[in-house]
């Protein structure tokens, strides 16, 4: 379950983590390649890999943490409500350590044990989610609520594998991700049962969102993941209930002739603002969660949607 909570974020979005782990895999299939044809050490592709990491990794955690990215031309912290904005790109920030949180599965993939648990302890103590701004709910899904998720899971593996490390850890990243997908339930609230595209983290979805009509098939089909796994690990099934509810109405809407989705539709009515369907922008992580569903929950459905 750790790894799909983790690859369950690495497609299709644009943050830290997913970019190292990104560069990681091309390194390792270059390094597959090139082994046999020229002799390229693998070791050292390995160690280049994990140079590149530090290198994204400590430029963050001198120059921006606690705020939530890097900007790397002043080497300061982009802080939102306070930088200028880049308009939608800023849906991803709620002032809640989103680099850090999203990296710390990729600090035990890449060995630095000491470090995850430092970072682990540092988000534990700081990071906070009632910070008054608009969120987009798809990437505060996957980035943070699959961020302290696959926290967890890795704190609880290494844990179980050193009793020496995290004495102090008690499912601490888990109740944090509870605090935030609690945050983004109301969103939920639409006839349809799509989640409305972005929520005020303090206050929920306040009434100019509730204008909110439109919204892609990737922000509807992009949460069964995090909230079926956070579900199973907390025994409390509203999360997933939520999410299945969304996937069923969206596969209920698809094209009968050709079972294909659109890439815009209503929230409400369920009907396409967008019919053109394809493999890019707005529905491509529909198609991966469909199959990292079935693959993290066997459920032969998911499967079959995919196919």
Not at 165 to 185: E, T
Request: proline share 2%.
């Amino acid at each position: 379950m750790a790894v799909i909570a983790t690859v369950s974020r690495q497609w299709g979005t644009g943050g830290f983590g997913q970019m190292i782990l990104r560069t990681a895999m091309m390194l390792s299939v270059y390094s597959v390649h090139t082994a046999f044809a020229t002799g390229v050490n693998k070791a050292a592709l390995k160690e280049q890999a994990l140079e590149m990491f530090r290198h994204a990794y400590w430029s963050y955690m001198n120059n921006a943490f606690p705020h939530d990215e890097l900007m790397p031309l002043s080497c300061t912290g982009r802080i939102r409500g306070v930088t200028p904005s880049r308009g939608d790109v800023d849906d991803s920030l709620g002032n809640f350590s989103l680099t850090l949180v999203d990296s710390l599965d990729t600090l035990v993939v890449m060995g630095e044990f000491d470090e995850f648990e430092r970072a682990a302890k540092l988000v534990v103590d700081n990071v906070r989610f009632d910070a008054d701004v608009v969120v987009s709910v798809f990437e505060t899904n996957i980035r943070m609520v699959g961020g302290l998720i696959s926290g967890h899971l890795m704190a609880r593996l290494l844990k179980n594998h050193d009793s020496s490390r995290l004495v102090w850890y008690d499912q601490q990243l888990l109740d944090m991700a509870v605090q935030v997908a609690d945050r983004l339930l109301p969103a939920f609230n639409t006839t349809s049962g799509l989640p409305f595209p972005r929520i005020n983290l303090r206050r929920g979805v306040v009434d100019y969102l509730r204008d909110q009509k439109d919204t892609c098939t990737a922000c509807g089909g992009t949460m069964i993941l995090e909230m079926a796994a956070l579900s199973r690990l907390t025994g409390n099934p509203i999360y997933e209930q939520k999410a299945t509810k969304a996937m069923d109405f969206l596969w209920q809407q698809r094209h009968r002739g050709s079972d294909l989705m659109g890439t815009v539709l209503n929230v409400h009515s369920g009907d396409w603002v967008r019919r053109d369907s394809g493999i890019g922008a707005g529905i491509d992580s529909y198609y991966e969660y469909c199959l990292k569903a079935y693959i993290l929950l066997g459920d032969d459905m998911y499967l079959q949607r995919f196919n």
